[in-house]
């Protein structure tokens, strides 16, 4: 019986940067701390210099030691599959590039904007439909963000900046208060959204001063954490979770439906029920972009039917996420009609 990889790595109390400094980087490594080296897995491991393997020990603590198949190991580790080559699936799946207004900012929908506010993430997760992206033309510092404000503060029908990436919460928190500052003086931003997954995998990210800086702006913030699994929350979120709750902060999740991971009628309801556990609301359950190297991850439009008619069985509404896909070209998200597709 597997379990838990707590005797090989202890519960790390370094600050979230120091955490990120020791991620796992090489897929043998990986490899033995679950102790599957010698299992046929490690046979189909490859190495993605453009894309890496990158996971931090918080998070490779809750995959579960011997286990090929765990769902948390098989969201970062870079598998052969990626290799092929397969019809439809390209490097930019949504056409972000055509709605890359000014460096680092994609206006796509009416009403708000996305701020590519970092260029690198905590993990690298293999399904990522930026893991093309190219982030070396949109590196956002201190310059760009005051061309990219410009042009929110330009257009007063965007009322909604999203903080997104690469991950934003890689920003220190002075960066990153130093950011909040400068959009909550455009009067006609009201709200901020921030993806992230730093939080997710190091749950350290949720610091008191981070907190601070969220709920003390006069943006009403919400955090959309990108969670796939009920494993991936460590006991510990419990509690921070509580407290940026309490502190008038929005918890969202968005899931994406990936083979191997999560795509089983009891992991998915189970995952909606944990989130509320941990005072988050499901809100989206996204049908995988058509990105290189992640083709192996998609669902068949008859099982993600399947799926979803079960989760509106046994759970409460409230708890079922909107199903929805991207659509290149398309002014919002795509609901999927659960009876045609
Ligand atoms: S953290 Fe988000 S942006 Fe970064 S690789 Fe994962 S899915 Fe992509």
């Known amino acids: 019986m597997s379990k838990y990889n707590h005797e090989l790595l202890q519960p790390c109390k370094n600050n979230w940067q120091s955490v990120l400094a020791q991620a796992v980087r090489e897929p043998q490594e990986l490899l033995q701390l679950l102790k599957l080296t010698e299992h046929p897995l490690a046979q189909q491991v490859c190495i993605d210099k453009q894309f890496p393997l990158l996971v931090p020990r918080t998070f490779v603590q809750r995959m579960r030691s011997g286990n090929a198949d765990d769902p948390l190991l098989r969201q970062v580790l870079s598998v052969a599959d990626e290799q092929l080559s397969v019809q439809g699936y390209t490097q930019d799946p949504l056409d972000e590039q055509a709605s890359n207004v000014s460096p680092g900012l994609i206006h796509k929908y009416h009403g708000r904007v996305l701020l590519i506010a970092a260029s690198g993430c905590a993990v690298n997760c293999r399904y990522c439909f930026r893991r093309h992206f190219p982030y070396a033309d949109n590196r956002v510092g201190r310059q760009q963000w005051h061309s990219a404000l410009n042009y929110v503060a330009q257009d007063s029908s965007i009322s909604e900046v999203i903080l997104s990436g690469g991950d934003p919460l890689l920003l220190g928190d002075e960066q990153l208060s130093e950011l909040l500052e400068q959009i909550a003086a455009i009067a006609h931003v009201k709200r901020l959204r921030i993806h992230s997954r730093l939080p997710v995998v190091i749950p350290q990210r949720l610091t008191a001063e981070l907190m601070q800086l969220l709920s003390q702006s006069r943006l009403r913030t919400s955090l959309v954490l990108h969670i796939n699994h009920a494993q991936e929350l460590a006991p510990e979120h419990l ?42 609301l499901p809100y989206y359950l996204h049908q995988l972009d058509r990105v290189q190297g992640a083709q192996h991850f998609a669902l068949s439009a008859e099982r993600t039917q399947e799926l979803y008619r079960h989760m509106q069985q046994y759970l409460p509404g409230y708890l079922v996420p909107k199903l929805v896909c991207e659509q290149a070209g398309q002014p919002h998200k795509t609901l999927i009609p659960i009876g045609i597709i």
Do not use: H, M, P, W
């Not at 407290?243 to 999740?253: D, E, K, M, S």
């Open 239 to 280: 509690g921070l979770l509580a407290q940026y709750r309490a502190a008038g902060i929005t918890l969202l999740n968005q899931t994406v439906l990936l083979k191997g991971v999560n795509d089983d009628e009891q992991t998915l309801c189970q995952l909606s029920e944990t989130l509320f556990d941990y005072g988050v």
